[in-house]
């Protein structure tokens, strides 16, 4: 149990991500419709979806970039809109589009970001220099984020999300960009960090990932949460995890 | 966001006419002055119009480095099967509209009050904009976008260190020969010899501007309008008409052939940097006087500042244009007579409406895009434990420190020279210092009521409805403060001669007055501000 300076207490039961009962519209469209979600502490989430279906839009309502039209997300038991820094400090995010500024080095953007969540210099050091070994930035380090090619700026927002040694990852399509050994390299690193406690929300198109990665996975279309549930429970009968989020998303084909 | 843009639209046609009727007064008024009016002034339409045509050309060299070469569009478009000539132009007519276009619209209130003066039929002045005005527009922007294409091959041939001497050496040679024409000035002594007195009014009628050049062109133009001589006014149209034309497809052509592999040596450029070191970077961001998040926001803003040359270069040109400013108060206020209390106010106030028009101006071009400059990566402020205050207060007081140091450097100088003392100096001062809050706050609070987080040229940025319509409340804000100081100062100046009792009553008016429109321009755009910031989805 630990008691918030809120004074409510929380209980290790806390789910590490709650969506709750969630509703984003976007103008005459429902990105997400009704989203009701717990996400345990220490496991590995698969979100899956086809195009549009509102996955990238659960992630940044997790991140608090986008604001839910009702409903409720909570991160460790705290609300992300009504107490946004405490539930900021413990999530690191990596967007689907990994833009970092041009003008800084990667060196220097994660620097930056470690005086966003208040790390000492000390610390921050002693993190950055892990995380580069960890991604295998090498001379990249010190270069300009403008020179940096798609994956090359793909592994320093990863590590940017790692840096404050956070409870909660979000991260919308890791594997975008990367070669195959930065594809594996983030994999064991995610392996990783969930064995060690951490919890990850991952989205992806890449089905055959989130068959190796995910501990539950939930597919999600047009805003609704269709599926939820360990592997065998959403492939039902079917071989192939493909075959089930065919017949998922488009059950008047009939798969 | 179409009321934003119907309502700055709204602005604007305001503006334009309340500049109009401005720059009617401005013209009547010398005009009414003897033997002197006509002639000093054409000299300052003269002056006006090479100004207007100098900034004009350096503001599309400026812009020209976001538009021609750092835009996203360009490597589609050079994947195309389209000319690079085709994509030349394109992207040459995207530079002239947003750099020129300001100016351009300003240019036409002129233009519009000097026909209303000489009497110019609708069409008359109709004919001056459209082949006159518009021409001179078109041709100072295809003289800044060539001198920029050859100083980039410059840099392609030999170095771009090279290139960037060349500029300053530019910069400093025009700040030169301005500090040395003011030597031929308009100034004659008190005590002058009436044949001293018809030399200057002599050199006064003689035409300053060259004849080579388009502003002359434009200016002779209107003269010959004036003078009821239309075969003349029609040969200087039709100059700067063909001119602007002939030199448009000579530009395409040329610049057009160079512009790919300038575009590519740009480019390259971008990769040649001098290196950090790692402590030092660690140092920046962690370590410093002020606490973590705040210390990071700011020095990740600085650094983006000063590894962006077109920010960093348009502030130079500024500085440089503030020196020859700075450098004519001293000259003028050598020869001029200040103990007269009228020419001392005057001078003051023109003196306090510039500094407020410079706040302005640094206002928008550089405060007013703060916001949007977060651009792609609001995500990494966004989903930190940062908030949308912190952001907030943050952008303004980098901008408050830096601009509000430079005013009040120019505020103290200038009293100085001018012999400024008292409680006039405490009341310009004072004045600068509110007029910055002021203003920062606003083009802050604007920022954020009308961020562009797509565009990453900051040009371009405060040329967006909500960036023009930031400009128009500041130089109103700025007329209104200058009018409300004014009333008591000049009792304060009655009062000195003996001919009013102290204006106690006006200066606690004028406080009140002060108070309550510093306080409105500051906290309306900041509130709104921050509550959009605040609801908007990243």
């Not at chain 2, 940025?461 to 500041?474: E, K, Q, R, W």
């Amino acid at each position: 149990m630990s008691i918030g300076n809120d004074g409510r207490v929380r209980s290790t039961d806390t789910p590490a991500i709650r969506f709750d009962h969630v509703f984003k519209r976007f103008n005459t469209i429902n990105a997400i419709d009704d989203l009701t979600l717990d996400i345990r502490p220490g496991e590995l989430f698969g979100f899956l979806g086809p195009n549009g279906a509102g996955k990238t839009t659960a992630m940044k309502l997790a991140a608090g970039l986008v604001q839910p039209t009702k409903g409720a997300i909570q991160i460790v038991g705290w609300d992300v809109q009504e107490e946004p820094l405490k539930a900021k400090q413990i999530v690191g995010f990596v967007p689907d589009n990994p833009y970092i500024y041009e003008s800084l080095t990667g060196r220097e953007f994660l620097h930056y970001c470690a005086g966003l969540y208040k790390m000492d210099s000390a610390e921050t050091a002693r993190r950055v220099a892990e995380l580069f070994d960890r991604f295998a930035i090498g001379d990249w380090a010190d270069k300009r984020a403008g020179e940096y090619s798609h994956g090359m700026k793909q592994r320093i927002v990863m590590a940017s999300a790692f840096l404050h040694n956070p409870k909660v990852i979000l991260i919308d399509e890791p594997m975008i960009g990367l070669d195959p050994a930065g594809v594996k390299l983030v994999k064991k690193v995610l392996r990783e960090y969930c064995a060690s406690g951490g919890t990850v929300f991952l989205s992806t198109h890449t089905l055959s990932n989130a068959e190796e990665l995910s501990d539950r996975i939930g597919i999600i279309n047009r805003g609704k949460l269709i599926t939820c549930g360990t592997l065998d429970e959403v492939r039902r009968d079917r071989l192939h995890l493909e075959d089930a989020f065919l017949a998922w998303t488009n059950p008047e084909l009939k798969l | 966001m179409r009321l934003g843009k119907l309502t700055s639209l709204l602005v604007i046609v305001l503006f334009g006419i309340g500049a109009t009727f401005f720059f009617r007064t401005v013209f009547e008024n010398l005009l009414d002055l003897e033997s002197i009016g006509e002639p000093l002034l054409w000299r300052v339409i003269g002056i006006a119009l090479v100004t207007v045509f100098a900034l004009l050309i350096v503001s599309n060299l400026i812009t020209g480095i976001a538009t021609l070469y750092r835009s996203d569009e360009i490597p589609f478009m050079f994947s195309k099967p389209v000319s690079y000539h085709k994509v030349y132009l394109s992207r040459f007519i995207d530079n002239l509209l947003y750099s020129s276009w300001s100016l351009a619209v300003l240019g036409v209130p002129i233009v519009i009050a000097w026909g209303l003066v000489f009497h110019a039929s609708l069409w008359t002045t109709s004919a001056l904009i459209i082949f006159g005005l518009l021409p001179l527009v078109l041709i100072a922007a295809e003289l800044g976008t060539a001198a920029l294409t050859l100083l980039i091959l410059i840099a392609r041939w030999t170095s771009p260190k090279l290139a960037m001497t060349i500029v300053i050496g530019v910069i400093i040679g025009a700040v030169g020969v301005v500090v040395q024409q003011r030597s031929h000035g308009l100034v004659v002594e008190g005590t002058a010899r009436m044949s001293t007195v018809e030399r200057y009014l002599t050199g006064l009628s003689r035409e300053n501007l060259s004849p080579a050049t388009p502003p002359y062109w434009l200016a002779a133009a209107m003269r010959a309008v004036q003078r009821r001589n239309h075969q003349r006014a029609a040969f200087f149209g039709v100059l700067l008409t063909l001119t602007s034309l002939v030199w448009l497809r000579w530009l395409v052509r040329w610049s057009g052939k160079a512009y790919y592999p300038s575009w590519a040596a740009f480019s390259e450029f971008t990769g040649l940097r001098s290196r950090a070191s790692p402590a030092h970077a660690a140092r920046r961001f962690t370590r410093g006087w002020l606490p973590n998040p705040l210390n990071a926001m700011l020095r990740k803003d600085i650094l983006q500042f000063i590894r962006n040359p077109s920010q960093w270069g348009q502030f130079l040109i500024l500085i440089a244009f503030l020196l020859v400013y700075l450098l004519n108060l001293v000259y003028v206020s050598s020869r001029l007579n200040f103990d007269d209390p009228h020419w001392k106010t005057m001078v003051l106030f023109l003196n306090f409406a510039f500094t407020g028009f410079i706040l302005a101006t640094l206002s928008v071009r550089f405060v007013f895009p703060l916001i949007s400059l977060e651009g792609r990566g609001f995500w990494t402020l966004r989903s930190a434990p940062v908030s949308v205050n912190l952001l907030f207060w943050e952008k303004f007081f980098l901008a408050f420190a830096v601009f509000m140091g430079l005013c009040e450097l120019i505020v103290f100088f200038s009293n100085h020279v001018l012999h400024v003392t008292g409680a006039m100096m405490i009341l310009t001062t004072a004045a600068t210092f509110l007029m910055g809050i002021a203003l920062t706050g606003l083009a802050i609070g604007m920022g954020a009521l009308f961020p562009d987080f797509k565009d990453q040229s900051p040009m371009r940025i405060a040329s967006t409805p909500g960036g023009v319509l930031t400009v128009v409340i500041s130089l109103i804000y700025v007329a209104v403060m200058v009018a409300i100081l004014g009333w008591p100062a000049r009792g304060y100046f009655l009062y000195l001669l003996g001919r009013a009792p102290f204006p106690a009553g006006r200066a606690l008016v004028a406080l009140g007055l002060v108070l309550g429109v510093n306080t409105l321009i500051l906290l309306i755009p900041v509130r709104f501000g921050r509550y959009a910031i605040q609801v908007r989805d990243a």
